[in-house]
């Protein structure tokens, strides 16, 4: 629980944020000026075609960005500290873990080759629950249990190269859910499970946010698991935020041109992003980003300002600054 803090209060606050990668080719731009709120006790869904800053942001949060990567302005406060100025010591002793613990989306690397998969879990349990021994082991138990991992018992005992994808990903999890944070940050974590694994799993998270006011920040492609477990959801393109709405309103009433062409494109929800046909063009590349709105070239509405200017998410009336969308044309479109 995070305390002095009340359900749908902000708990953390991404303003500006702007990162940029140095690479040989060029200067990516992958992350332009992103504005997004994760409010305490929410499921907030993170959306959005591949390559448009969805990991990039995640790993800000948590000071984990590649050597290449300069942060060129922005906060990122976590109840109203600023995680950007925060020195690397401090950010791993009170932040990583404690605070906010991330599933990532490539699991198999984030395991420790040398160690079981139980002593891995156990790690988190004595550092963030109990030190007790015994009870450390049947902690890490439950939570082999708790991810559906069959035979606890059998797991805790194996190496990583003995277990499978999903299992791994499973094992991933469970080290993540016992370090008791108050913000998960979940980069695509089912995408080594197969179906029946993804929704026993997506129906564990929505358990735990809603017995521990657990807060949630889930990155997917997949439009039907934000339908089913998302209370908020911001839309990103090519490391720009288009739209951040309440669930129902993101899918009955998109405002802006990306969003609306992602969700009237898929009947029933029932599709991940990358098989949308029905939006023209690709994702451009951000070494030379489409001036203004980055969306301009592939949006049938864009006039000659869309160009030039970059719109700015404003708010839609009537919605206190929970429904906001960055298109200078919202209206008109609709
Ligand atoms: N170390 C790096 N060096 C150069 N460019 C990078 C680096 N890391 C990320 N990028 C670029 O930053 C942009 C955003 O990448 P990111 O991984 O955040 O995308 P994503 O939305 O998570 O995509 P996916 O859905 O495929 O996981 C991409 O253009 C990517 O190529
Ligand atoms: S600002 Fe212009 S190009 Fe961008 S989404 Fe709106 S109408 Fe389309
Ligand atoms: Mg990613």
Redesign the pocket.
Do not use: P, W
């Given at each position: 629980m995070v305390e002095g803090l009340k359900l749908g209060e902000p708990l953390m606050v991404i303003e500006d944020l702007k990162i940029d990668?140095l690479?040989e080719e060029g200067t990516?731009k992958?992350l332009d000026s992103i504005n997004l709120t994760v409010r305490k006790g929410e499921i907030h869904g993170l959306i959005?075609?591949?390559?448009?800053?969805?990991?990039?942001?995640s790993l800000t949060t948590l000071g984990l960005l590649?050597d290449?990567?300069r942060i060129q302005g922005g906060h990122i406060y976590y109840r109203e500290k600023d995680l950007l100025k925060m020195k690397e010591k401090k950010l791993r002793r009170h932040i990583r873990g404690n605070e906010i613990s991330m599933i990532f989306?490539n699991p198999v690397s984030s395991l420790n080759p040398v160690y079981t998969a139980g002593e891995q879990v156990r790690e988190s349990v004595v550092l963030y629950q109990d030190k007790n021994k015994k009870r450390a082991r049947q902690i890490v138990l439950d939570e082999l249990d708790r991810v559906k991992l069959p035979d606890p018992e059998d797991v805790y005992e194996k190496y990583p190269h003995e277990l499978s994808g999903g299992m791994k990903q499973r094992v991933m999890i469970a080290m993540m859910l016992a370090c008791n944070s108050n913000l998960l940050i979940a980069?695509?974590p089912t995408t080594a499970l197969d179906v029946s694994i993804q929704a026993q799993f997506i129906k564990v998270l929505k358990v735990l946010q809603e017995k521990n006011d657990l807060t949630i920040l889930y990155?997917t492609?997949d439009m039907a698991v934000v339908s089913e477990i998302c209370d908020r959801v911001t839309v990103?393109y090519a490391?720009q935020i288009v739209e951040t709405a309440d669930v129902h309103d993101l899918f009955k009433d998109p405002k802006h041109p990306y969003t609306r062409g992602l969700i009237h494109s898929v009947p029933g929800v029932k599709t991940a992003i990358e098989d949308f046909e029905t939006i023209p063009g690709t994702v451009p590349?951000?070494i030379n980003p489409p001036s203004g709105c980055r969306f301009h070239p592939r949006c049938e509405y864009a006039k000659k300002k869309c160009s030039k200017v970059k719109p700015t998410l404003e708010g839609v009336p009537g919605k206190n600054d929970k429904h906001v969308v960055s298109c200078h044309f919202w209206e008109e479109v609709e």
């Open positions: 990668f690479t990516v992958a959005g075609e591949t390559g448009c800053g969805k990991s990039v942001t590649d290449n990567a989306q980069d695509e990155i492609h990103m490391g590349r951000l």
